[in-house]
């Protein structure tokens, strides 16, 4: 692949904050793609370590690539605001997003494109990950069960975070499709949950295909935004907060009809219910659970299996029988299914 102007412009968007101690494999592995035509957006989130000192290090490098590279910096606002500040300008035929901390492989870009160059009904692709820990070790793998061409399913199945993912790298989309979904070329603003903002609307109304191969590399960093909550307040927070994102996102769905809109406003709150207290059951925080028990009963949301949610918080012999119900239901619908 040599004259870059024979293919289509892909174009990367990557917010970061205080990334000195990973940036500069990020900035690698997007020099290593194999693909010619890129564009990579780089928004400096208010770093104040040396983020921006290893950015201008890497200025030369990708001019000497001939990838486009664009570095903008912000004061402290969040991921979302942040990638608002890309997608207000990017320019490729096809667009992906991806996390500073992590890497895509070499292939990763140009298997993508070649994918939609061969199925052009398909405005989506997701492809599979590896997980390694912070020393680059594998500690698993991203991939997804069964077929994504349901889109009713696949929708689902991202909001209930079952049998599906949001890791930003693994998706490229098509940019005419983001643009009609997105007119405003942004999503809603807040601490997280972005990639649900932008990966929502695009399947609800897109079709999703599926490469059966790991193209990024997803390191699990004990200090990231979405591992660092450990206290009983945090959790429950960042419950609420992704709860508010994902009924923004619900809500900014136009094509979806009213009556689709109420079902997943209410499995939304269930399945934040449902977590809110298994964190109360396992803090042994026995009034919060009766506070939030007591607010899915004002819903109309309150089931047997919830009651038994609140109850495991003050007996033992209930979190046990709690376990063995929940296993069972699984099970059966598993012989169902």
Request: net charge neutral; charged share 25%.
């Amino acid at each position: 692949m040599n004259n870059k102007k024979e293919y289509p412009l892909v174009s990367i968007i990557t917010p970061c904050y205080n990334g000195e101690g990973y940036v500069a494999r990020f900035f690698d592995s997007v020099l290593n793609q194999i693909y010619p035509n890129l564009e990579l957006i780089f928004v400096n989130d208010g770093s104040t370590d040396r983020t921006e000192e290893i950015v201008n290090s890497y200025m030369p490098k990708f001019q000497e690539k001939n990838i486009d590279f664009y570095y903008f910096y912000q004061e402290n606002a969040g991921v979302a605001a942040a990638l608002n500040v890309g997608l207000k300008m990017f320019h490729g035929q096809y667009l992906m997003w991806a996390d500073s901390d992590d890497e895509l492989t070499e292939d990763n870009v140009s298997e993508k494109v070649t994918f939609f160059e061969n199925k052009p009904s398909y405005n989506i692709v997701m492809s599979e990950a590896i997980v390694v820990d912070e020393e680059g070790n594998q500690i698993g793998n991203i991939s997804r069960k069964g077929t994504t061409e349901d889109n009713e399913r696949l929708f689902g199945d991202i909001i209930l975070e079952k049998n599906a993912y949001v890791t930003c790298g693994t998706y490229m989309v098509k940019s005419r499709l983001f643009f009609e979904r997105f007119p405003a070329r942004q999503i809603y603003v807040s601490r997280g949950g972005q990639n649900w903002q932008i990966l929502l609307p695009l399947i609800y109304s897109g079709k999703c295909g599926y490469i059966p191969k790991e193209l990024y590399v997803y390191y699990a960093r004990e200090d990231s935004h979405s591992r660092k909550a450990k206290s009983y307040e945090e959790l429950i927070t960042r419950c609420d907060e992704h709860q508010d994102i994902l009924l923004n996102t619900i809500d900014v769905i136009k094509e979806m009809p009213q009556e689709k809109k109420e079902y997943w406003n209410k499995t939304i709150k269930l399945k934040y219910y449902y977590k809110k207290l298994s964190i109360s059951s396992h803090f042994r925080e026995k009034e919060r659970a009766k506070q939030i028990y007591k607010s899915a009963k004002s819903d109309g949301l309150a089931e047997f299996k919830m009651y038994l949610y609140y109850l495991s918080t003050k007996y033992f012999v209930v979190r046990i029988l709690r376990n063995i119900a929940s296993f069972t239901i699984r099970a059966v619908r598993k012989v169902v299914r």
